[in-house]
């Protein structure tokens, strides 16, 4: 039998315009495609300029072609390279001084480049500012993130080697740099990486502690009655029982996405330092020590110039272990709520060849390692050399490690929303359960927001449309009736469905469940978190092709996972397909 941790991985072959084997080039992930840039070629140490584009999908390189119209950056390595609105940023790094043709004659770089990724096409380079006192000192190996339209470099080394500890900021708007702050510790590619995520991820049961929210909608059971001296619905969900569980919302002033610094050092007797970057409004930022925080009942080894992500809640941090026993590339995680290590096995897909550069394809919840898989890990480390025969795709998911999906209705709209439901507002059709009891609901409701029941509507107004064509005009002469013809193919109606109501055929718990879905958008209450109603919410998502429902009930899943569980988890997740969730 295999083990569970080869179902988490896999290697493929890459394709296409396959770049050469290089040192110090960057690369970052815009959606389904990594860029890279740069690097200096191994063969004939020469820097290059070169952007190629991989499909995460596909696993297919391609090699952009630059227009020699454009001002094309100066080759160079090991610099910094994120992205910014459909743009990549390249900051900095080591290059050839210019009119040399003596590879070892170096210089650091400190310009800001941009380069359009949809029209493909080199920005200008901006002129020289006025004043120079913020513009930072030429650097290379130094770290970079972007968050709230801010590009952060952070620390690195000059020409002489020498720490530059400090951090500046360049306004990406403004396209000028607007502060620099001393940072009094050593941070370098060789030793640290610095992360921030696309979407910040919101904790409601923290944020609406204390009911105040819940509070302003009115009494429960009477929010969209006008005599609020009546008695409330008996069925009422009170707000004190709901649940709320993490989603994923656009960063936000108040609510932005921190950078977060982890580095790790004295390899022999390894010290781990992590350090977060809060933006503030006013274009300064705070800093916050959480290394004293970590735990586990093991932590990550001295890992060599690590690469690191934010998905969902948790830090991914990986990178070259190498010992005089042991080596390998290892990747680790850490859960940002109760900041505790685990450590992500791949099974057999790294456990041979040659493996350094990692990175993050968020929207698919997997993790890419590059490298060549009959390559020798040591000897390419001590050249620094980075491979891109072979990747392998690491099923994020499978570890309970996922971006959580994004709200449909605004918290206060969830809980409106199973008022409406509860209260029977402007209730015109009937939901009809197996054993005969009907739930009152909206009929446009259910077809905005349930596009097959929406779809079976219009069929069957269609089919009634034809029925009321068909009949003839003169009352008192019957024709014979047509005998259906057998080539037709218009597609016909569920036969479940009437004009006023909808025979579902599912228990009342579950229907009752599905359509305060339907009316909040969300899982909120009790009885939609049990784990039987779960595992049918799931088959009904699969069954009728709602995949928010999907996404919200996997979510559910994973945090309901438990030895109590997993064995229902397992079976229903079998049936729909659900591999991630199957597999953990």
Known sequence: ??????????????????????????????????????????????????????????????????????DIPQARYFHSADTWKSHLIIFGGMAIKPQSENPEDLCVLNDVRLFDLTARRWLPAAAPPADSSLVPNARYAHLSSVTADRLFIIGGQDLANVWLDDVYIFDLNSKTWIQRRDYPRHCGTYRSVAVTADQRVRLPQEETRGGQASARLGQVGSRFKIDKSGAPAASATQSDTLIHLPYSAQPTEDYPCDIFLFSNYNFTDVQRELEVFT?????????????SSMTGTSFPPGLRFPTGAILGTYFIVAGTYLSQTYQSFSIWALDLINMTWSRIDPGSA??????????????ANKFVVFGNRNGNLVE??????????????????????????????DIPMQELGLAALEEGLM????????????????????????????????????????????????????????????????????PRLTPRAFNLSEPYPITLALLQYLYSMALITPLQH????????L????????????????????????YATSVGIYGVSTLCSCRSLQIR
């Open 1 to 70: 039998m295999y083990p569970i941790s080869d179902l988490t991985a896999f290697c493929r072959k890459t394709t296409g315009d396959v770049p050469p084997k290089l040192v110090g080039a960057s690369t970052t992930v815009v959606g389904s495609k990594m860029y890279l840039y740069g690097g200096r070629l191994v063969s004939e140490r020469k820097m290059v300029s070169d952007i190629y584009m991989f499909d995460l999908e596909t696993f297919k390189w391609e090699k952009i072609t630059q227009s020699p119209e454009d």
């Open 279 to 291: 933006p503030l409004p006013d274009g300064d930022f705070t800093v916050s020590d959480r290394s």
């Open 350 to 363: 790294l456990a041979s060849g040659s493996w350094f550069r990692s990175c993050l394809w968020a929207s």
């Open 380 to 409: 390419d480390y001590n050249r620094r050399l980075l491979s891109w025969d072979h990747v392998t795709c690491i099923d994020l998911e499978a570890f309970g490690i996922y971006q959580p999906p994004p709200l449909g209705l």
């Open 427 to 494: 209730a015109d059709f009937e939901i009809i359960c197996d054993d005969g009891r009907r739930i009152k609901c909206s009929r446009k409701l259910l077809e905005e927001r349930w596009p097959w029941f929406k779809e079976q509507r219009r069929l069957f107004l269609q089919a009634a449309t034809r029925a009321l064509e068909a009949m003839p005009s003169v009352p008192s002469h019957t024709p014979l009736p047509e005998v259906a013809n057998a080539n037709r193919q218009d597609p016909r109606p569920d």
């Open 530 to 537: 049990a784990p039987a109603v779960l595992s049918q919410l």
């Open 539 to 562: 088959l009904l998502s699969s069954t009728y092709q709602l995949t928010h429902l999907q996404s919200l009930v996997k979510h559910a899943m994973h945090r309901a996972l438990s």
